[in-house]
């Protein structure tokens, strides 16, 4: 029994990793086509949208990304969120040695540390996650405080002339924007489940929280997008991502009834987590900083 239980959890844990190398790849693939899709920003936004999806090469890495999502689900059902999750973070390593390998990106030391900083964070995080946390129902009007605070935090950055030019601020947005859609994918279970008596269909369609995930995961999308035409994906793909496992774990404070874990060890893994995240993040923020401004400083004088 203890053997069948071990082989079966192993199998689930497989498909997570390979959730996770499709995540990678499928961002890879996006990547690789920035600097010759448009950005998507104002009146033209939507002809960006059309032309990155016309684009044969963007549109297989989000369908392969798509693909890395429903494995990631199927592994859910039956393994531990907290070896789920440290598997999928794996995905963010595979991303920057992928980066590495075929796009020709490099990073300075700060930049590696940075990035080291914000893989391990993830791992910590994910270390001290349980399938058998306890959540209270959603409170509604506590998401709707925490989205209008979180739709301000997350497009801040983008009115800050420094990490709009060189990329930075919409992969900080896409990370916000990202996370902000696990939280409304929680609550939309949520609703789901407690209304179990009534048709499916009509519980799909009444059910605001659907939109929300729709609605925030496409502005997600489009604010990463426009992050790799300005910011090396080794920059961009560890700020998203770290930020979008942030966030969540911390808005299901206020929304969910969360607490910090029982266990010491894990409340103390679960705070590392998040200081390890934010240093990480600002250092590969700053380091991005400087080279664009290196960038502009040899454009000016030669």
């Known amino acids: 029994m203890f053997h069948s239980n071990s082989a079966t959890l192993a199998l689930y844990l497989l498909i997570a990793l390979v959730a996770s190398c499709l995540f990678a790849l499928g961002l890879l693939m ?53 070896m789920v999750s440290v598997m999928m973070q794996g995905g ?36 001290s996650l349980s399938a058998g946390e306890t959540q209270a129902p959603t409170h509604n009007r506590a998401m709707v405080l925490l989205s209008i605070i979180l739709i301000v935090v997350g497009f801040l950055p983008l009115r800050m002339k420094r990490l709009k030019d060189n990329g930075v601020g919409a992969a900080i947005s896409s990370g916000v924007i990202f996370g902000l859609a696990s939280l409304y994918t929680k609550a939309m279970t949520d609703d789901y489940m407690m209304r179990s008596t009534i048709e499916l269909a009509y519980r ?20 990463l997008q426009n992050s790799f035409s300005s910011a090396r994906g080794i920059i961009a793909m560890p700020l998203s991502s770290a930020l979008s496992n942030i966030v969540p774990i911390a808005g299901g404070m206020v929304v969910f009834g969360e607490r910090l874990p029982l266990e ?5 893994m679960r ?27 040899r454009s000016v004088t030669s």
């Open 264 to 268: 010491s060890t894990a409340a103390t």
């Open 92 to 127: 963010i390593a595979l991303f920057v040695l992928f980066a590495v390998m075929s796009l020709g990106e490099r990073a300075r030391p700060r930049e590696w540390a940075g990035i080291a900083i914000t893989i391990i964070a993830m791992a910590i995080l994910g270390a």
């Open 30 to 82: 996006m990547k690789s086509r920035a600097y010759k899709l448009p950005v998507a920003k104002g009146a033209d936004t939507l002809q960006a949208i059309a032309a990155w999806i016309r684009d044969p090469v963007w549109s297989a890495g989000l369908l392969v990304q798509t693909v890395g999502y429903a494995l990631n689900i199927v592994a859910l059902s039956a393994a531990p969120i907290s």
């Open 204 to 223: 799909i369609v009444t059910n605001p929280y659907v939109y929300g995930v729709i609605v925030a995961n496409i502005i997600g999308m489009v604010a």
């Open 271 to 297: 705070v590392g987590a998040f200081i390890l995240t934010v240093f990480g993040s600002a250092l590969l923020g700053n380091a991005q900083e400087e080279i664009s401004a290196e960038v502009v400083g």
